[in-house]
Structure formats: structure tokens, C-alpha cells
């Protein structure tokens, strides 16, 4: 039946949803949000068909969970034979992120902070040096000494250079510090876990990539006078971004200038929490729980997930059960007309538009048809929080090769001769019986077999009485099992050298020649860790060094207690403690023996021994600090006699009882003026 209404309420209808579409907020079909769906659906059309990285990421779940690809397990189902799966990526896989956590998750830092070599004297140090100088050169000339320009210049420049090196002293002692300062933060920010994370990704993915820092409102609890406190803080986090969920530019050949997208799924909770924070579109964000409450908000999918979800043993997002929010995070360069659209003011301001037709580095927080924040990049850089790179990097493009694909070859061809080796096994493991059925006596069951048992059977119909052809007969098949083994060694022994992971990295016992000995096998694993010498330095220098960077811009702007002090450099030196790790230990250890002897020791002082132990101390897993008294308590000693005798010098020139500045420098121009 059909509804018949009048024209009045036809118009009445058309004018109700006219004023609905006026009232709904322009931001939900805004040319951001267009656009921003818009590149998301050409990096990920990218990715699937035009790269194909897509089906390499989820070829390397399989190899590295030992299964195969469905096509190749119904043919091996088809076939009737052994499904074993060899696992020999996995292997290659777990050593090399074993190597790679002992360089940069071991006792020893693989980046540091240090301090500038020239540090600059502030002007009231040098006005100082030079109103001693006039002092001592009055006092001197009131004396009766004849005092020339080359001496109060030699003098000047005496007290210049030890202020100077007190300087660089200090500037060590300061970098030192902030050093710990940043360890703290990276500590607390969750660094080392998403780090750890994102080797276990660089080994078999095609790339990896980390994230941050970034900063997030926190609860912080601490006590008071016994009284608990509770508030909220910003702090700064890090971490691992599947390459599922990644997106860049296509075309580009450094990820530095690409266009990132990211994947991030959200609770209600995170939604409520983050409603009243500063830059958020309270409106917006409304709606999306209003939407997500009428049936749920799963948006932004990606072929893969469905079995990208079956490998890491998580639901489905297709299915959604679990009542996740999709969205993503876009960082890139948007039009300034576009963001004068969305809402931003014009002008010369930090957060504003001085040109319409400049493009602008944004990040844009979108869920569904909704844009629920936008904000200009904060990076003086300005480039995006993610750091990629490859395990074997390709020039020209920022995807390159792993382990699984380095292997791909061998794997199948170990496959296929394990499950050779494993049929073989089984149709070898005992006779075959041939019986046949034609002369067996009625009732006769041929498919029940025993010790003894009496057969029954009938005469042969063409008349063989010589008993050529018997009713039941026997053959034993082949065994090629130990030729399947030797193929099998020999790919294994491929493996080795094409991916470069020996297995005695793996602690593999079928060692021979220098790997029966101790000091032997210590050498072997030194030269296995030399072949990684490529990948720590493709982590340093796409991972390790911006990022650090990164940190050390955010600390100058915001910081406000002097952790910095503006021209330390921070240096990575992931190939450096990879290749030299165990070579220096060994040459410290050496260097501490020779030089046990009174003349080198006399040369070196009790500082620059003290020194030496503390180096050597640390690279062997102990506290340096606590082994060693520190340098204020050595002085002590020294100034005691403890350690050494009245008038000895230290190893700076200097005497004990006459530390102050410039005294020994005084007593060798009065002694010239004399």
C-alpha cells in the first residue's frame, strides 16, 4: 500500500531536513576531511597493488609462524603428503634481533651526550684573569721587579687556557648529567620496550618504524608529608608502529619528505578523556560517540587485516566485537586556503595562516567523516614523529628487504625437502604388502595384519602351481634419508652464508675448528657481529640520530630547569659499540696490566688511574662509581698524604694544599720576575 501526503507536508518534510542540513556542523564534510580520506586511499591502493609490499608483510607472518600460504597448503593437502614446516627464517630471525639487542639494549649506552669541545667563557671569567693579572704585575713592580709585556701576556694566556680547560671540564660534568636526564626520560617514556619491539619488526618486515617522542597527559601519583597527590602531567612516550598500520606518500625516495598516515584505534574512554583537553573538538568528538553508539565505528580497513589479525591471534577488525574506534593520523602538508576553510585565523601568529597558497606541515586527527583536531606540527624540523628504515636498505626507496625475503628461496627449497625426507621416512618405516584379494578365502580379512597369522586362501584359477604369483607378498621401499639430510644440511649451510647469521648465534652445538674453544667461539661471534655492522648503521642513521634529535629540539623549547645547555651534541655510536665492543674491553683490560708499574704509574697520577678502573669497571658490568671513589674524594685523599706525598703533582699540574685558581701560575711568574 502506498502513503499519499499533501503538498503541504511534503514541503513541511523538505523544510525540517533543509534545516537539519543547515544546523549540521560544516566541519563534518569539510575539504579536510575529503582530503584527508582522500590520501589514505591512494597510499593504501599503493600499497596493495602498486607495491606489493602488502603480501610480503603478510608472506613474512607465515614464514615466521612456520605456515603456509593457502594456496601451497591445499596443493600439499591434494597430494596427501607431510605438512612440516622447516622454520629456518625464524632461526635467522631471533639471532639477528638477538645480535642487534646486545648493541643497543646491552649494559652499554649506544649514544651518548657530549659536551661542545670549545666552550665559551663567560665575560666575567675573563675580566677576572685580567684584573689578577694587573694585581700581581702592581704587587710585583711595587716589589722592585721589572715586569715586560711578554710576560704579563704569557701570564694572561696561562690563566685563559686553565680557565678554559675548567670549562671543559665542567661542560663534561654538565653533559654527564644531562645525559642521565635523557636516559631517565626514554626510561619512563617506554623507549627501550617499543625499541626492543621494533628490532624484532626490522628482522622480518620489510621495514620497521618507531615513534615519537610524543607527548601525553598522564596521571602522576606521588606522596607529600605522607599524603598522597594525585594530578595530571604531560610526559613524553615512544613507540613501535606496526607497518600494517603505516601509510606514506608514493613515489618517495626518503621518508623524511613523505606524507604519513597512521592507523590508531580509540576506546570510549580514550574519547571522553581527551574532550576537554586544549585543541580538541569538543563538538565532534560528541558526535563520534553519538555514531559509535548507534553501530559502531570501524573505518579506514585495510586487506590485509583480516589475516594479519589470524597471525598476531587478534579479533578481526572487520568484525568489530570488541567496539574500537578507527581512525587515523595524518601528518603532512596541507593548502592554507584548506585550513583558513576548516577554521584557522589569518595572520603572522605561531598558530595561524600567513599565506593562503603555502602549504603548512599539520597533524590532523580524523575519525570517520570527522576531523576532531587539527594543529600546526610542533617540530621546529618541521617533519613528522616516525623514523623507518630496513634491515637491507634499497637506494631510491624507503622499503627494503629483510631476513624472510633474503630467504624466501631456501625456506621453500628446505620445505620441500623436509617434507620429502618426512614422506620417505613414512612409506620407508616398514614393509609394504601386496595381497591379492581374488585368492583370498571368504571371510579372509586383508586389512588386519598380526604375528602368526594364518591365511587362508584358494587355489590359483590359471593354475600357478609353481608359486610364482603368491597371494600375499612383501617389498621393503627405499630409504633416501640420508641423502634428503645431506640436501637438507646444504641449504641449511646457504642459509648461513646469504642471510649471515651463522647458527652458532643461535647456540647451535655442531661446531667444529675454532668453535670447540672457548676463545675461538668468542672470536666467531665477534665476526657474526661484524655483518650486522650495515643494519646498526642504517639504525643509526634513519632511527637512532633523529630521534634523539627530536628530543634534544623538544627539551630546549619547553624545558625550564637548564637540563641543556644548548651546544652539546648527541652522538649515536650503534656501529661504533657493534664493532669495538669486544675489542676495546680486551685492550682496556690489557692497557690496565701494562701500565701496573711504578714509572706509569707516577705519570698517570692516582686521577688518571682512578680513571682507567672506572672505564674498565663499567665495560664489565660494574657500578664505575661505586668501585672507584669519586674524583672530590681522591682530591681529599691526595690533599691527606693517603695516597700521595706533599709537593707530588696530580695529573692536571696542580699540587695538593694549592688548588685555587691561577696559584701555580702566580708562583711561576714571581719566581720569572725574581
Known amino acids: 500500500m502506498l502513503r499519499v501526503i499533501s503538498n503541504e507536508e511534503l514541503d513541511r518534510a523538505e523544510a525540517e531536513a533543509e534545516a537539519e542540513r543547515v544546523a549540521t556542523p560544516v566541519q563534518d564534510h569539510t575539504d ?5 580520506r582522500q590520501q589514505f586511499e591512494i597510499m593504501r591502493n599503493h600499497r596493495q597493488s602498486g607495491s606489493g609490499w602488502n603480501d610480503r608483510m ?21 597430494f596427501g603428503g607431510s605438512e612440516v614446516y622447516a622454520r629456518l627464517v625464524a632461526v635467522k630471525c631471533r639471532g639477528a634481533s638477538s645480535l642487534l639487542r646486545d648493541v643497543y639494549l646491552g649494559s652499554e649506552r649506544s649514544w651518548g651526550v657530549e659536551a661542545t669541545p670549545d666552550p665559551t667563557l663567560p665575560d666575567d671569567v675573563a675580566s677576572t684573569v685580567y684584573e689578577l693579572v694587573e694585581m700581581e704585575v702592581e704587587q710585583l713592580r711595587a716589589q722592585g721587579h721589572q715586569i715586560t709585556s711578554e710576560m704579563v701576556r704569557d701570564r694572561t694566556s696561562m690563566l685563559l687556557d686553565a680557565a678554559r680547560h675548567a670549562a671543559k671540564r665542567k661542560a663534561r660534568t654538565e653533559a654527564e648529567k644531562a645525559q642521565d636526564k635523557l636516559d631517565n626520560m626514554l626510561v619512563e617514556g617506554g623507549f627501550y620496550k617499543a625499541f626492543a619491539e621494533f628490532l624484532v619488526d626490522l628482522t622480518y618486515f620489510p621495514l620497521a618504524c618507531l615513534k615519537g617522542p610524543v607527548v601525553r597527559v598522564v596521571p602522576d601519583v606521588h606522596w607529600e608529608d605522607g599524603q598522597i597527590v594525585q594530578s595530571n602531567r604531560p610526559r613524553l612516550f615512544w613507540e613501535r608502529v606496526s607497518p600494517f598500520d603505516l601509510f606514506f606518500t608514493p613515489g618517495v625516495s626518503d621518508i623524511e619528505d613523505a606524507d604519513i598516515i597512521e592507523r590508531v584505534t580509540f576506546t570510549r574512554a580514550d574519547l571522553n578523556s581527551v574532550m576537554d583537553l586544549p585543541g580538541y573538538d569538543q563538538e565532534a568528538v560528541r558526535r563520534v560517540l553519538t555514531e559509535h553508539g548507534a553501530g559502531g565505528l570501524y573505518d579506514f580497513l585495510d586487506p590485509t587485516d583480516s589475516e594479519r589479525a589470524v597471525h598476531e591471534s587478534r579479533e578481526n577488525p572487520w568484525l568489530n566485537r570488541s567496539n574500537l574506534i578507527h581512525g587515523v593520523e595524518f601528518h603532512g602538508s596541507v593548502q592554507g586556503k584548506m585550513l583558513l576553510d576548516f577554521g584557522f585565523e589569518e595572520g603572522e601568529g605561531e598558530d595561524q595562516i600567513a599565506d593562503p ?15 576532531i583536531k587539527v594543529q600546526i606540527s610542533p617540530s621546529p624540523r618541521r617533519r613528522h614523529p616516525y623514523f623507518i628504515t630496513s634491515y637491507e636498505k634499497i637506494p631510491g626507496t624507503p622499503v627494503g628487504n629483510a631476513i624472510p625475503d633474503i630467504l624466501e628461496d631456501l625456506q621453500e627449497a628446505c620445505n620441500a625437502t623436509l617434507r620429502s625426507l618426512i614422506n620417505n621416512l613414512s612409506i620407508s ?26 591365511w587362508r586362501i584358494k587355489s590359483d584359477p590359471l593354475g600357478n602351481t609353481g608359486g610364482q604369483e603368491r597371494a600375499i607378498d612383501f617389498f621393503q621401499p627405499n630409504s633416501n634419508a640420508q641423502e634428503l639430510l645431506g640436501v637438507y644440511e646444504k641449504f641449511s649451510q646457504m642459509a648461513d652464508e646469504i642471510s649471515a647469521i651463522p647458527r652458532y648465534v643461535t647456540g647451535s652445538e655442531r661446531l667444529g675448528g675454532a668453535g670447540r674453544t672457548a676463545s675461538g667461539l668468542a672470536m666467531l661471534m665477534g665476526n657474526a657481529a661484524k655483518v650486522l655492522q650495515t643494519v646498526a648503521a642504517n639504525i643509526d642513521r634513519d632511527v637512532m640520530n633523529p630521534l634523539l634529535q627530536s628530543l634534544y629540539d623538544m627539551i630546549m623549547l619547553t624545558d625550564e630547569e637548564g637540563i641543556l645547555r644548548g651546544d652539546e651534541a648527541v652522538r649515536v655510536r650503534g656501529v661504533g659499540v657493534a664493532i669495538q665492543k669486544e675489542t676495546d674491553r680486551m685492550r682496556q683490560i690489557e692497557f690496565l696490566q701494562m701500565t701496573a708499574n711504578p714509572i706509569d704509574t707516577q705519570i698517570m697520577g692516582p686521577m688518571g688511574r682512578a680513571e682507567v678502573l672506572r672505564s674498565v669497571s663499567s665495560h664489565l658490568g660494574m657500578d664505575g662509581s661505586r668501585v672507584v671513589p669519586p674524583e672530590d674524594e681522591l682530591r681529599m685523599q691526595m690533599q691527606q698524604g693517603a695516597m700521595q706525598p706533599p709537593g707530588q703533582e696530580g695529573p692536571d699540574g696542580e699540587r695538593p694544599g694549592n688548588d685555587a685558581p691561577g696559584a701555580q701560575e702566580r708562583t711561576a711568574m714571581q719566581g720569572v720576575a725574581g
Do not use: C
Not at 579536510?32 to 584527508?36: G, R
Not at 614393509?431 to 585368492?439: A, E, G, K, L, S
Open 32 to 36: 579536510l576531511a575529503a582530503y584527508v
Open 58 to 78: 603478510l608472506r613474512a607472518q607465515r614464514m615466521f609462524n612456520g605456515e603456509y600460504d593457502p594456496q601451497k597448503l591445499h596443493a600439499i593437502r591434494q
Open 357 to 371: 597558497l603555502r602549504d603548512y606541515h599539520v597533524v590532523v586527527w580524523q575519525i570517520g567523516r570527522h576531523v
Open 429 to 454: 618405516s616398514g614393509p609394504q604388502v601386496v595381497i591379492n584379494t581374488d585368492r583370498l578365502s571368504a571371510g579372509e580379512d586383508p586389512n588386519t595384519m598380526y604375528p602368526w597369522k594364518r
